[in-house]
């Protein structure tokens, strides 16, 4: 079956720095999305990896390695707003998405 | 540029009544919409992809009678849940493919609609 792996929740300090992690098993491979969502809201997209690396945008930076089926989004310099859940999807062989369960992320001051 | 609407945002039904959700892409001609359902504390759950001028495709496990879904122009889809229940309330959220991404196909989301069924 198709699964994708992102911790339940995570905590970090204002202005620090945090990493979510991802890990996926799909049908397919044709790019990574992570999207961050505000309670209530629909998700807003964040980032794109279809190829091996860092993609870096402003204060946050996502990260995919195909081979060990694993990406992780980076949040520099934290800011309250920031507290969301942030929500990986892998796009399989048949361009369909398949979504994590997302991680809620708590900034604390 | 980008932007998804939803309408309504918010509604309020009886059970056994129908309800008409309605998705725009404001700004950019979107051939496929997709329409998830979000219930407290999980994940967007797809329901069904639509592609304009043809029959939608629903996942499994959504019954297509009961959530009928048209994707009548390049910039509307609508879904209508029919005959509602209790256990339909949940927020709904479409999304919409703007083609002019290339590759990365990117997908915009509309705000959602919170229904509730009582």
């Known amino acids: 079956g198709q699964n994708i792996d992102q911790p339940t929740e995570m905590t970090a300090t204002e202005g620090a720095i945090v990493q979510i992690n991802c890990t996926y098993q799909?049908?397919?491979?044709?790019?990574l999305f992570w999207y961050q969502q505000h309670a209530g809201e629909a998700p807003t997209f964040l980032s794109y990896n279809v190829l091996d690396g860092l993609e870096e945008k402003g204060r946050f930076s996502s990260f995919l390695s195909r081979s060990k089926g694993y990406s992780y989004l980076l949040l520099k310099e934290l800011q309250m707003k920031d507290s969301a859940s942030y929500l990986c999807?892998?796009?399989?062989?048949?361009?369909?998405?398949?979504w994590g369960a997302g991680t809620k992320l708590i900034i604390k001051p | 540029g980008a932007v998804v609407s939803q309408h309504p945002s918010r509604v309020i039904c009886k059970s056994g009544t129908s309800v008409k959700i309605e998705c725009r892409s404001l700004?950019?001609?979107?051939?496929?919409m997709f329409w998830y359902r979000q219930f407290p504390k999980q994940s967007l759950m797809l329901m069904a992809t639509s592609n304009e001028g043809s029959k939608a495709t629903y996942e499994q496990g959504v019954e297509k009678d009961k959530f009928l879904i048209n994707h009548a122009s390049l910039t509307l889809s609508t879904l209508t849940v029919t005959s509602a229940h209790p256990e339909d309330s949940s927020f709904y959220i479409c999304s919409a493919r703007d083609m002019r991404s290339g590759d990365s196909y990117e997908q915009y989301f509309g705000p959602g609609t919170r229904l509730t069924v009582t």
């Open positions: 999807a892998v796009r399989d062989s048949n361009y369909q998405l398949i």
């Open positions: 799909t049908s397919g491979f044709n790019g």
């Open positions: 700004d950019f001609q979107a051939t496929t």
